[in-house]
């Protein structure tokens, strides 16, 4: 077993990618749901056991450096995966009267809620993360048929370097925790963090600095 007490670097920075190119490097899969625990024992492909014991509030991130063996040459490095996310644009709503910006809004909370798909909201976006197939989300926005709003689907990715530690936790907490079972051909979502179901309307998340990328 491999104790690993810090994070040495990530794989994007320029001294750590020319120096993992010529090493052997191993990876240590994680989901978002595990990548934000501080304390985790996993192996990787090949069996090694690595035992994460990080400072309290350190949150991996795609391509971390754990291990480095200078000698031997090898590192493990972290590789999270993440599901893709529905972004739902309601700036345009601004220019309607407020009236039917109003009636949408709450539409479209009632709608998420009665597919029980979580959602974060920011500013003029409600982040969706994908739980089931994008054909079938695409196939619920167009069958309400919202006025004033447009969406679309980005990999989960571009979206975490905007969001704060909480609202990741929010938006990708339960990226393989949900247990999914169809009943009356709706998902059923439990929150991993609290055994509770998902079916809250939209919950607005605290401001942040930073936009994502349209």
Not at 29 to 52: F, M, Y
Not at 147 to 152: A, L, P, S, V
Not at 154 to 173: C, K, N, Q, T, W
């Amino acid at each position: 077993m491999i104790l690993v007490e810090k994070i040495l670097g990530n794989a994007s920075d320029p001294e750590w990618e020319l120096r993992l190119a010529a090493s052997t490097v191993e990876s240590l899969a994680l989901d978002h749901w595990e990548a934000q625990k501080n304390r985790l024992r996993k192996k990787t492909a090949s069996g090694v056991e690595i035992a994460l014991s990080l400072d309290r509030g350190t949150f991996l991130r795609n391509g971390d450096v754990l291990v480095w063996e200078e000698f031997a040459k090898r590192a493990v490095v972290a590789t999270i995966s993440l599901r893709d996310v529905m972004i739902v644009h309601l700036d345009q709503l601004g220019s309607q009267p407020s009236e039917i910006a109003m009636r949408t809004c709450v539409e479209l909370g009632h709608a998420l809620g009665n597919q029980h798909w979580p959602a974060l909201v920011k500013g003029t976006r409600v982040y969706i993360p994908l739980t089931v197939d994008r054909k079938v989300m695409a196939s619920v926005m167009k069958t309400h048929g919202f006025e004033g709003i447009r969406y679309e689907f980005v990999p989960g990715d571009d979206i975490v370097p905007y969001l704060a530690p909480h609202e990741s936790r929010r938006l990708f907490g339960g990226a393989e925790g949900p247990v999914h079972t169809h009943t009356n051909d709706r998902y059923v979502a439990i929150e991993a963090e609290t055994g509770r179901p998902y079916g809250r309307a939209p919950v607005r998340g605290h401001a942040h600095p930073h936009d994502p990328p349209e």
